[in-house]
């Protein structure tokens, strides 16, 4: 599974229907790129549960990002509080490193 950078790719995982909305945080402020994020995440998965309600949608951001602002209280708390999945990625080699559900 190949990915790249502010995209939305679709997929079949051990028979459940997904989707992963792909982020880069590339900008110079990570707040901003978060919220940016944020926002964009609630409004697809409130487009997905009208369109198909069986799939279910994630986060995907860069593995550097995940372990370093994602471990942060003030995001673990706002993951929580909008149930975000997410989902953590190399950008160079282009994979999946780890599923958060």
Do not use: C
Request: charged content about 25%.
């Amino acid at each position: 599974m190949y990915l790249a950078a502010e995209k939305i790719f679709a997929a079949d995982k051990a028979g459940r229907k997904i989707a992963a909305e792909i982020k880069s945080f590339l900008n110079s402020s990570i707040i901003t790129d978060f919220h940016s994020a944020l926002g964009q995440f609630l409004n697809y998965r409130l487009r997905l549960q009208i369109s198909e309600p069986d799939r279910i949608l994630s986060l995907a951001v860069p593995v550097d990002t995940f372990d370093s602002f994602f471990q942060e209280r003030f995001t673990q708390e706002t993951v929580k509080l909008y149930q975000v999945k997410l989902v953590s990625y190399d950008p160079l080699q282009e994979v999946i490193v780890e599923w958060k559900e």
